[in-house]
Every structure is written in C-alpha cells, then in structure tokens.
C-alpha cells in the first residue's frame, strides 16, 4: 500500500481543515491508519489512529475534542478533520499504516506518506 497525504495549508487559529489520507492499494479490513506530525526541531508525534480490524480509535491528548478521525474504505481514504486549531498544530502531518492495531511507536509502521504541511497563524 502506497499512501499519499494532501489537504495541508495556511489557516488562521481557531480555524479548520481536514487532511486526506489516500491508499493506492485497498485498505483492508487489517489496517490501521494513524496520523503522525512532526513540528520543526522536534521528533515525530502520534496525533491520532484508527483500526479497521478492533474498531478503535487514538487521539494524543493535545488534540482530543478538537481532532476526528474517519476512514472511507470505498476509497480507501482516511480523513483528519481538524477544528479549533492551534499555532502548535503547526507541523508536517503524515499518514501510516500497519497491521491490526494503532501504536504510537514509528518504528511499527510499514508504509508512510509524504507528508503536508500545516501551518497555523495567530
């Protein structure tokens, strides 16, 4: 599976956008989708998951009430809807994928996306 994340941009705070996570191949019923970010100078930072195979769904705190995740498996696409955000979303946001279930650890993840960029004024 090849992914290719899109739908990053300039926003002003407290404002939204949603990114889109698109799989060349299909996202089965085994995948687990994550969204990870990586701000400049700091390391890259599970934002949220979700798995097709238990159902769950991860958020990182600093994002809880303010982030959804949701997945499209007629076109194998997973969406990040983000509201209410902040100057520290500002980051390069990509999409992964692995077996079974969410994790937080990069490492787990056998294909990654390119990435785009959010940035978010004050």
């Known amino acids: 599976v090849q992914l290719q994340a899109s739908g990053g941009g300039l926003v002003q705070s407290g404002g939204s956008l949603r990114l889109s996570c698109a799989a060349s191949g299909i996202i089965s019923d085994y995948d687990a989708i994550a969204w990870f970010r990586q701000a400049p100078g700091k390391e890259r930072e599970g934002v949220s998951c979700i798995s097709s195979y238990d159902g769950s769904t991860y958020y990182d705190d600093s994002v809880k009430g303010r982030f959804t995740i949701s997945r499209d498996n007629a076109k194998d696409t997973v969406y990040l809807q983000m509201n209410s955000l902040k100057p520290e979303d500002t980051a390069v946001y990509y999409c992964?994928?692995?077996?079974?279930?969410?994790?937080?650890?990069?490492?787990?993840?056998?294909?990654w996306g390119q990435g785009t960029q959010l940035t978010v004024s004050s």
């Open positions: 992964a994928t692995r077996y079974y279930y969410c994790s937080g650890n990069t490492d787990d993840y056998r294909s």
